[in-house]
């Protein structure tokens, strides 16, 4: 049997030990992936028991991404600019990290809309640690320009200076965004708001949509979010959370077997297990 887990804090409401655990069995793999609560200031010795106990593959998560990138014996390039790591191959005792949640954001959202990002137009709403990764995403995958919105001016601007080596990239402040929104091809939420609880929360006046657009948003509890109900009313082609979970995990997935992840079965399972 081979070893796999995800380390975090909380950790208890993880949909990923059902997601992979269900992947390796529809591809015939003998591994087993668990959940592992990790405290505050034991993260470095849980590292070092992926190597003692020879884990095959770790996810990282909330509080963790940045702080485990000190402890790693390798950082590809992408996670590197990131600024985060959310995905450990262990190759024969040398540790290497990766991110695979921008990546697995953009699959999903060229698989699940059809849009293909060459030359396209963005609005990024938010910019956190989850816009990071998208952001990055976007633009390798040839993004032509991203405008940025976010409440804090500062971390807007942030994201822009690090995007801007890769795409064109601008600050935009909430009340310009009337007059570009027409250019705009692809609106992306990364704020939390609209998640559950706060399920009436949106974080664009849905008067701006319209049909020309694909409007996506990275949260999945709920499901749809009312930003998402709203652009759907008005025409857009919408693209919900759920799949940024499922790819970035498919993509860790391929990083440890070398083998195509079960999509299908995968999206089933974390269905069954939010509804
Ligand atoms: P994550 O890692 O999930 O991206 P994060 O780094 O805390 O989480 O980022 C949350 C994003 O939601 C930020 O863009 C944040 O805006 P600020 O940079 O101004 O904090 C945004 N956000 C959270 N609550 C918000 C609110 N009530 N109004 C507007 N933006 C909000």
Redesign the pocket.
């Known amino acids: 049997t081979t070893f796999y887990g995800v380390f975090g804090s909380p950790i208890s409401h993880s949909r990923s030990p059902l997601m992979l655990n269900r992947a390796f069995q529809e591809n015939g793999i003998n591994a087993a992936y668990a959940a592992f609560h990790i405290e505050q200031g034991t993260l470095k010795a849980a590292i070092d028991g992926i190597r003692a106990l020879r884990f095959r593959g770790v996810n990282v998560t909330?509080p963790y991404k940045v702080e485990v990138m000190s402890y790693l014996d390798e950082i590809d390039e992408g996670a590197r600019v990131i600024g985060a790591v959310n995905t450990i191959v262990n190759e024969n005792g040398k540790l290497i990290g990766y991110n695979t949640d921008g990546i697995g954001y953009v699959r999903s959202l060229c698989e699940e809309t059809g849009i293909s990002l060459q030359g396209k137009r963005v609005l990024l709403?938010?910019?956190?640690?989850?816009?990071?990764g998208i952001a990055y995403a976007l633009a390798k995958a040839g993004a032509e320009i991203v405008w940025v919105s976010?409440?804090?001016e500062s971390?807007?601007n942030e994201l822009v200076s690090y995007i801007s080596l890769l795409t064109e990239a601008k600050y935009i402040a909430a009340e310009a965004i009337a007059g570009i929104i027409d250019k705009v091809d692809l609106v992306v939420n990364?704020?939390?708001?609209g998640m559950y609880p706060?399920i009436n929360?949106i974080?664009l006046d849905p008067s701006l949509l319209h049909d020309k657009l694909v409007v996506s948003d990275?949260i999945y509890t709920p499901m749809e979010t009312l930003f998402l109900k709203e652009a759907r009313a008005r025409g857009a082609k919408t693209h919900g959370g759920l799949g940024m979970f499922i790819y970035q995990g498919a993509y860790a997935f391929e990083y440890w077997t070398g083998q195509n992840a079960p999509i299908q079965a995968m999206r089933e399972i974390v269905l069954q297990s939010l509804t």
């Open positions: 909330i709403l938010g910019a956190g640690g989850a816009g990071r976010n409440r804090t971390k807007a990364n704020t939390s708001l706060n929360e974080p990275i």
